[in-house]
């Protein structure tokens, strides 16, 4: 059995010049509806966050030098079984 695509194709193309020759002669002076797309909600606050998040500097200074400084004067104490705990959390599947 022949499958004639060409023929397919050519009966969609006329239909839609059909359906647009129809849509023009129905009211042709109508005002044509443009296309409007504006961000959702969501979008517009997900570029907020983003934006905050940019603002933000990359290093929080003042954490580091405190970390920094504890480790230096012996004050800093590594918990192993904190550790343990979130690594075992981050690797659940």
Request: no cysteine; proline share 4%; aromatic share 2%.
């Amino acid at each position: 059995m022949r499958i004639d695509l060409n023929n397919l194709l050519l009966n969609s193309v006329e239909r839609e010049d059909q359906t647009r020759k129809a849509a023009s002669n129905a009211a042709p002076n109508a005002p044509r509806e443009e296309d409007k797309a504006s961000p959702s909600l969501d979008t517009r606050s997900a570029s907020s966050l983003q934006a905050q998040a940019m603002a933000a500097p990359a290093v929080r200074q003042d954490r580091v030098d405190a970390l920094r400084h504890a480790i230096q004067n012996g004050e800093y104490k590594v918990e192993a079984d904190k550790v343990a705990q979130a690594i075992l959390e981050q690797n659940k599947f």
